[in-house]
């Protein structure tokens, strides 16, 4: 007698799980975006759009809040994956928020456009009228992201207030709100960085270069191995050194570290990451080190 296997793999339930939130977003809001930097969660978030809509095109469009300090090669990446994909891409400038005055741009040895993204986010949610923004944070990523639900309220200020928010009764989501709110939305909040990449690795899934072992020039501070570039400012003491790295998170070129590795594939990638203990914001994101409390801070402001 045949049997059959019935059984879904744990990829299989957060797979439907995501694409049963993005379907509830397209039907539930009028103008949805996702946010896409190029980064492995915005790819993986990008999968799932794709298998949620298939065979027709991905109903809203990508925006990607660009700092000026990027790295070159995920920037490439971005801007190809959606014009394969015939996908709308909306850049949203911190140069230009800059220029117009609306915020100051930071100076010194420590100086970071980081922070400065949660204005340009607001203001293009503002400008595009978008109601729901789709981001790819995760719970395991950090205390404050934890806190989260999978529909994240924001008020007409953009802030969150985790004491403020709407009960989430087993896939159940509120998604009303009044003119000027917004909903952030994370389909990717209970996967794991190895969920991530055991994904990235069932369906053969592209990435930046940057993911993966290579040779670069870096130095030390405070622990973490940040790239020599034109962004960011050295000390006298602090020297560069060329190193084997690859990144584990990618971000503003000024305050994300590279880790020592030589780990050149996927597979090896997952060996790695199965027997690290530290999460991947502790070991690679200077921003979210300053204190336990900052990205939380940064949350209620309205930043991702």
Known sequence: MLQRDYTTSQLDVLEAEAIHIMREVAAEFERPCLLFSGGKDSIVMLRIAEKAFWPAPIPFPLMHVDTGHNFPEVIEFRDRRAAELGARLVVASVQDSIDAGR?????????????????????????????????????????????????????DFGQWDPKNQRPELWNLYNAKIR????????????????????????????????????????????????????????????????MTVRYRTVGDITCTGA?????????????????????ERGATRADDRASEASMEDRKRMGYF
């Open 103 to 155: 915020v100051v741009e930071e100076t010194g040895r420590r100086a970071s456009r980081n922070r400065l993204q949660t204005t340009t986010l607001l203001d293009a949610i503002e400008d595009n009228e978008f109601d729901a923004v789709f981001g790819g944070a995760r719970r395991d990523e950090e205390k404050a992201r934890a806190k989260e639900r999978v529909f994240s309220f924001r008020d």
């Open 179 to 242: 003119k000027g709110e917004h909903i952030r939305v994370f389909p990717l909040s209970n996967w794991t960085e190895l969920d991530i990449w055991d994904y990235i690795r069932r369906e053969g899934i592209e990435i930046p270069s940057i993911y993966y072992a290579h040779t670069r020039k870096v130095f030390e501070r405070d622990g973490m191995l940040l790239a020599d570039s034109e962004f960011v400012t050295r000390d006298e003491d602090e020297q560069l050194v060329e």
């Open 259 to 279: 880790v020592q590795s030589a780990a050149a594939t996927v597979e090896e990638i997952i060996e790695e990451i199965a027997a690290t203990r530290i999460t």
